[in-house]
């Protein structure tokens, strides 16, 4: 029979992808630029459905029942771009090429750009949840023309996780829109990783809890508000003892944090559009950090301040302090990812629905959580909150931000005078004060950049755009 979906790049999320396909009953032609992995493949996998291996692309395309779907998982960058060429020129007008790996938003308006013009459908499609996600069902988010999902779709509909029935896959937006919200996962993830370690630091250092103690901290935690599969393998790992020392596991692995790049991107493209993402970049930026082994090493022991200890009266009361401080400034981190997602869709045009986005995100990917339903609901018009606000203004998160601003402000307070980082906490903690204050000393900032470089300014109390003569007598002129 003719393939219903083709995968080529049969590396672990290729493969895991098609069996899932195969698993899911649809006909799954395969192909790698090496036959080796085909035939791996369907050796060690061949039960699992029904497949069709070719050894050449052009016998791989022509395995396919048009329109054609292809779905391409190979190394991200130029090997894509390799690949798409190799595609473009054996496929037909209407078929469907699809990337499903990490490529750069702006890698894939081009390419989507460039095939269009030849009649082929490009589909940039961010891909969530790892291998076990590629296997078991992952968060999908596809974007290219709403025409290619529908036939697409009910595809990736019916592979990707699935949460209260209803499928992590859905239309992100035309062209590059599905790897923006992909990056921006992304993005997220790192803020909410970096907010997870230093609730850790603070229970361990501050405290003087032993991690397999803050373990079952976290394994209380996820049954509440904050449950999720990061503060659950978080559990896991705490509890982990290293099978050669004894000792525990986060205690053997060296403390330098590495990274593949999105979250970077996620920050750079935040800074172009001009969107203040300080959680997500502050985590970048503590990878950075901990990474910068030569800096830490000349400084510790050297440069001066307190140890990190905490004159803690009441334990117990100090853990929620602390898992509360954690929950508002996750909320801050996703309002602020969220925004980055309003504004990409604003500068690119892509109509992007944040409720449906976080309603995929509730399963198969790595942010999923109990609290994206919350923010499902917060976009769905019945609340009435206006978009594109802010989630702090949807109803429920306000109220949540403000039940928890007293542990949160004790926390980041606490933290400062003994000598802790919590750049995450901090960062989002200011960026909520900033937020909510109706005046900034920005208008200082104007003050000197008038002064400085005659850049102009407003007034509060008349339209128009001033300089006052600095250099001169300082009267006030109007310029527009
Ligand atoms: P890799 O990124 O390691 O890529 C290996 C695959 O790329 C192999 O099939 C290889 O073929 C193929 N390849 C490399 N160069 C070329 C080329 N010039 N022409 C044709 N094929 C080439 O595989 P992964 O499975 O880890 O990831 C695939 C994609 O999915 C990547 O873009 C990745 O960023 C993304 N992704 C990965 C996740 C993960 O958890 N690993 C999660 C989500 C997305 P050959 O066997 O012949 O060398």
């Given at each position: 029979p003719l393939a219903d979906i083709g995968v080529t790049g049969l590396a672990v999320m290729g493969s895991n992808l098609a069996r899932n396909f195969a698993r899911n009953g649809f006909v799954t032609a395969v192909h790698n630029r090496s036959y080796a992995k085909t035939k791996a493949l369907i050796d060690e996998h061949g039960g699992d459905g029904v497949f069709v291996p070719s050894e050449s692309a052009a016998d791989f395309v022509a395995s396919l029942a048009k329109p054609r779907k292809i779905l391409i998982m190979v190394k991200a960058g130029e090997p894509t771009d390799a690949v798409i060429e190799e595609l473009a020129a054996l496929v037909e007008p209407d078929?469907?090429?699809?990337?499903?790996?990490?490529?750069?938003?702006?890698?894939?308006?081009?390419?989507?750009?460039?095939?269009?013009?030849?009649?082929?459908?490009?589909?940039?499609?961010?891909?969530?949840?790892?291998?076990?996600?590629?296997?078991?069902?992952?968060?999908?988010?596809?974007?290219?023309?709403?025409?290619?999902?529908?036939?697409?779709?009910?595809?990736?509909?019916?592979?990707?996780?699935?949460?209260?029935?209803?499928?992590?896959?859905?239309?992100?937006?035309?062209?590059?829109?599905?790897?923006?919200?992909?990056?921006?996962?992304?993005?997220?993830?790192?803020?909410?990783?970096?907010?997870?370690?230093?609730?850790?630091?603070?229970?361990?250092?501050?405290?003087?809890?032993?991690?397999?103690?803050?373990?079952?901290i976290f394994g209380e935690w996820n049954k509440g508000d904050l449950d999720s599969f990061l503060i659950e393998i978080t559990a896991q790992v705490l509890s982990q003892v290293d099978a050669e020392t004894g000792a525990p596991f986060v205690d053997v692995v060296v403390d330098a944090a590495g990274m593949k790049g999105t979250g970077t991107w996620t920050v750079q493209t935040a800074l172009d559009l001009g969107i203040p993402v300080s959680g997500i970049a502050e985590a970048v930026f503590a990878r950075g950090l901990s990474s910068a082994a030569a800096h830490r090493a000349a400084a510790a022991g050297v440069l001066p301040g307190p140890d990190g200890t905490w004159p803690i009266a009441d334990v117990d009361a100090f853990v929620e302090d602390v898992r509360i401080a954690l929950y508002a400034s996750k909320i801050v981190a996703y309002a602020q990812g969220l925004d980055e997602i309003f504004a990409g869709a604003a500068e690119y045009g892509w109509d992007i629905n944040v409720g449906a986005v976080a309603r995929i995100w509730r399963g198969g990917c790595i942010i999923r959580a109990k609290f994206l339903n919350r923010i499902t609901e917060a976009y769905d018009v019945s609340t009435g909150i206006e978009l594109p606000a802010s989630l702090l203004l949807a109803p429920y998160f306000t109220d949540a931000i403000a039940n928890a601003q007293d542990s949160w402000r004790r926390v980041v307070a606490g933290a400062a005078t003994a000598g802790l980082p919590t750049p995450g906490f901090?960062?989002?903690?200011?960026?909520?004060?900033?937020?909510?204050?109706?005046?900034?000393?920005?208008?200082?900032?104007q003050g000197q950049r008038d002064f400085f470089g005659a850049h102009t300014y407003q007034r509060v109390d008349k339209p128009g755009t001033f300089h006052t003569l600095w250099s001169g007598d300082r009267t006030e002129t109007q310029t527009a």
């Open positions: 078929d469907i090429i699809i990337d499903g790996g990490n490529a750069k938003f702006a890698d894939t308006r081009r390419r989507q750009a460039a095939l269009a013009e030849r009649g082929i459908h490009f589909v940039g499609c961010g891909v969530s949840g790892g291998e076990e996600g590629a296997l078991n069902g992952p968060s999908i988010m596809p974007g290219g023309s709403a025409k290619s999902y529908e036939s697409l779709g009910p595809i990736l509909e019916r592979i990707s996780a699935h949460v209260d029935g209803a499928p992590c896959c859905t239309h992100i937006g035309t062209d590059g829109a599905g790897h923006f919200v992909k990056m921006v996962h992304n993005g997220i993830e790192y803020a909410d990783m970096q907010l997870i370690a230093e609730a850790y630091d603070l229970l361990r250092r501050g405290a003087g809890l032993s991690p397999a103690r803050i373990g079952q901090a960062a989002a903690l200011s960026y909520y004060d900033g937020l909510r204050s109706e005046r900034l000393p920005a208008a200082l900032i």
